[in-house]
Structure formats: C-alpha cells, structure tokens
C-alpha cells in the first residue's frame, strides 16, 4: 500500500448517524453486518482512481478517518480528537435524514475540525440566519452524506430533501443521499457515485496539484500519529 499517494478525509457526524455503515459501504462496496460505536477513530482505505478513464487517470488511496464522539463532549475530550485533525484534504459530513438534529450540529463539528471559535447561528436556530460567512474562507473540500433515506416515508421525502438542499449549500457542498444496508446506493454509474469521484478527485487535486495546497490552517504537517493514540484503528 506504501506505494500509492494518498489524502487523508475526515468522516464527521453524531454518534448513530452510520458513519461507520457509510465508510464501509465505500470501502469495500459491502453493508457492514454488525455495526459497533467507534471508540477514538477508526481509519479504512478506498482505491480511487483519480481522472479515471482520461490521459490524467491515476490512482490514489483514499483513508477515510471515521471520528467516534459526540459535538457536545468537554473540551478534554474535543482536545484528544484534534490529534486526528493534523493534515486533513477533505470532510466528509454526515447526517441522519430522520434526526434533524444530528443536521444542525454538523455546523459544530465543521468548525471544531477548522479550528474556529465562532459558534455558528445555525445550530441554535431553525429561522434560517445561519451565516455562511464563516466558512467562505474555507479551502478545505467538503462533501454533505444523509443516510438512512430509506427511513424516510415517501410522503415526508421532499420536505426532508429540500432542507438538506439547504443544508449543502451552507456548505458549498454538494450533497448525497443514500441508503448504507443498500450497496446499488454508491454502485459505480449512479448518480451518487458520480458525486464521489467528483469530490475525491478534487481532494486529490487540492493536495498534489495547488500551489499551496489545503492544509487546515492552525494543523501544521505534523508526524501522524505524534501526541495521541488512535482507536480501533486498521487497514482493511
């Protein structure tokens, strides 16, 4: 495996929301039978091949880093995960279609993750004066996952939808919704797995091609795994 570049994604979200469920499915195209609560982080591997199917095509390791936690956790706790936070190319945010909650505090793990201090309106309020600017000066790419669609009666569908439309565009993210017991959700030619190489391709450009790259600022390019240890961590 040493022998292929690589970038490094964050897998944030509330507990229960299926992050693991997600990274597995993407990993290994497999729903994971028997979910358990990641304690720490735990680290999986996805191939990608970048511009695939052009003269450019390449491919890279992709290491999903699945953080476990909850947002609201003391602040001893927020300071033991940012060691996972060192030299991060991109987030994947998730959410569950049916909490509406573990939606609103994807603001709160996106500004953990970016080292702000700000508390973002859009956490406590529903009324729609969340402020975009505090991620305008973001680099870093970002992608917006709602699981459980499944769950989500047809009658109830296009509301849920449409907020998280707006939840995306919060963001500048694009946005997947998907069913993590079903693997056609992320099956190669859908929609879905369109969005996905679309956004790993611009990870992969973020990081081997710009200039000046897309560190997290404030995260200097520190040794991996130097000041923590890392949960329930492996390669598939």
Known sequence: MASLDRVKVLVLGDSGVGKSSLV????????????????????DIRVHDYKEGTPEEKTYYIELWDVGGSVGSASSVKSTRAVFYNSVNGIILVHDLTNKKSSQNLYRWSLEVLNRDLVPTGVLVTNGDYDREQFADNQIPLLVI???????????????????????????????????????????????????????DKVIE?????????QIPGFPDRKRFGGGTLKNFHYD
Do not use: M
Request: aromatic letters at 8%.
């Open 24 to 43: 597995h499915l993407l990993c290994h195209n497999q729903v994971l039978g028997n979910p358990s609560w990641t304690v720490g982080c735990s680290v």
């Open 146 to 200: 709602g699981t459980k669609l499944d769950q989500i009666h047809e009658t109830k569908r296009h509301e849920v939808l449409i907020r998280t439309a707006f939840l995306a565009e919060d963001f500048n993210a694009e946005e997947i919704n998907l069913d993590c017991t079903n693997p056609r959700s992320s099956a190669a030619g859908s929609s879905n797995a369109v969005k996905l190489s679309r956004f790993f």
């Open 206 to 214: 973020k990081r081997y091609f710009c200039r000046e790259g897309n």
